[in-house]
Structures are given as structure tokens and as C-alpha cells.
């Protein structure tokens, strides 16, 4: 009877540890309804339940309306005034021995898409690249935050792809134009609260076949890490974005391509290629 009791109670505590590590991580959307007014909203199963206002701020709540996921169209999770962008920050990006500080650089928060947007390749682009990256989202005003308690400024992660022009890139004396246009800038499926940031999954696939695999464990500087250094120059608001950088090497998209970002724990990041004017 003890044992009986005994493996109940060591089935009933792990069940229950599991309840918790799935509870501990909330799926968060931004949503429209027929072109209308984008809202937050928490995603649980096929039903969104509309929020007041994005997740991390203080006071948002559940509003009572909820709609069914098939029926609304997913835009990007993010909604920042700020977008911070990583290079060289995985070993398997770089050549010969990193560097002492982040490649940091900015790109406007308009160049950023949701889910089922297309990558617009400009009329000019011939030579448009594909980045697999993690995406973190900050939390709460940032400013001179040690790298120990940066993960607290955190609020959740997506999944994100970089699109980058490299003849751009290699002949512009700031990279705006070969990374920050219009479309360049995917990010989703959903915002995800509850992971850890340190030991994620990242792949990326061209037309279904993998072309880019590595984990967060392999940066050179930690999503915490970029936080605390970039809080030491720039205030960070609730919203902003942090790219990791990308792993591995890249190729070329083409229009009727499609470029998939899966980061473990977030979704499949899923964009069509189209040719702009």
C-alpha cells in the first residue's frame, strides 16, 4: 500500500511540475480582422482571447472578447519604437576570433512584418539574403542593467528573419537600406512569455530544405548579455526589440520563394518572397 501511495503521489508531483512549465509559458499574438483595428491578444488552442493592450505593459487585462484563430489574420507579436539588430554573434557566422564588444545597428520599426505578410524584394535588389534569427522582446524600462539581472527586462522571445540585401550591405556606409526596407523584417508567428532565451532550437529552411541550424546556447553574447550593453548607451522601453544574429551561411531568395524561421518553443515563421515595384 506505501509503494502503491508512494508512486501515485511521485506521478501526481511530476504531473503537476509539467502543469506548471506549461503554465509558465503564454502565447501572445497581435491580431486584425478584416484589415480593421489590430489587437493583443493570448492564444490558447484555435481561440484568441483579446487583450486591452500589449502584454507587457502594467494594467493590461483580458477584455472579455475573444475570437477563433481562423478567423483573424496574425500580425507581427512586436510592436517597438526601437529595433536592435546583432552581427556576427554566432561562431558558426563568423571567421577567425569574435569580437570584443556587439556588432550592434538599427533599422526602423517599420520595416517589420507578421507572419503572413510577404518579404517585398525591391526593384533595385539583386542579391537578397535570408537570417534566421531569435528575436527578444523587452519588458520594462532598461538602463544600465547589469548582465545578471538583464534577464528580468526580458519579456518573451520570437522568431525573426533579417532580410538583408548584401550588394547594399558591402557598398553602403551604414547597413539601413541593406537591412531595414520596406518588408525586410519578419517576425513571429506568436510572442512567447516563459522560455528559456539561453537554450533554444533555431532553424531555417529555403523552399522546405534546411539551410541554417543552430541554439542560443551558441551566441557569443547572450540575449542578456546584448540587453545589459545596449541599457548601458540607449534607454530601452517596454516593446524594443533584440536580434540575435544569424548562424551559419546564407543564400539568395528569389521571388515565389519561401523562407521558414522555427525557433523551439515559438512556431514556424513562414514568408513568401514577392517582387516589388
Do not use: C
Not at 494594467?59 to 507581427?76: D, F, M, N
Not at 523587452?138 to 520570437?158: C, L, M, Q, T
Amino acid at each position: 500500500m506505501r509503494r502503491t501511495f508512494s508512486i501515485t503521489l511521485a506521478g501526481l508531483i511530476i504531473s503537476t511540475l509539467l502543469g506548471d512549465i506549461a503554465a509558465a509559458q503564454t502565447q501572445y499574438v497581435r491580431y486584425s480582422q478584416n484589415g480593421g483595428t489590430v489587437s493583443w491578444g493570448v492564444i490558447e488552442g484555435s481561440t484568441i482571447h483579446q487583450l486591452s493592450d500589449a502584454p507587457y505593459l502594467e494594467g493590461t487585462t483580458r477584455t472579455g472578447q475573444s475570437v477563433q484563430r481562423s478567423s483573424v489574420k496574425l500580425e507581427a507579436p512586436v510592436d517597438p519604437k526601437l529595433v536592435f539588430m546583432t552581427a556576427f554573434n554566432f561562431r558558426s557566422h563568423i571567421s577567425g576570433d569574435p569580437a570584443e564588444y556587439p556588432g550592434l545597428f538599427l533599422v526602423p520599426a517599420n520595416s517589420i512584418v507578421g507572419p503572413e505578410d510577404p518579404i517585398v524584394r525591391p526593384a533595385e535588389s539583386t542579391n537578397l539574403h535570408y537570417e534566421a534569427e531569435l528575436v527578444s522582446v523587452v519588458g520594462k524600462r532598461a538602463e544600465n542593467v547589469s548582465v545578471e539581472d538583464a534577464p528580468e527586462y526580458i519579456f518573451g522571445v520570437s522568431a525573426g528573419n533579417d532580410v538583408s540585401e548584401r550588394v547594399w550591405q558591402a557598398n553602403d556606409i551604414q547597413w539601413v537600406r541593406a537591412k531595414g526596407s520596406r518588408g525586410f523584417n519578419a517576425v513571429g508567428p506568436v510572442l512567447v512569455e516563459g522560455l528559456d532565451m539561453s537554450n533554444l532550437e533555431i532553424v531555417g529552411r529555403h523552399n522546405g530544405e534546411q539551410r541554417q541550424h543552430g541554439n542560443s546556447s551558441d551566441l557569443i553574447f547572450t540575449m542578456a548579455h546584448m540587453l545589459s550593453y545596449i541599457s548601458t548607451y540607449v534607454t530601452l522601453e517596454p516593446g524594443d526589440l533584440i536580434w540575435s544574429g544569424t548562424m551559419g551561411s546564407t543564400q539568395a531568395m528569389e521571388p515565389g520563394d519561401t523562407y521558414e524561421v522555427e525557433v523551439q518553443g515559438v512556431g514556424v515563421l513562414s514568408n513568401k518572397v514577392v517582387q516589388g515595384k
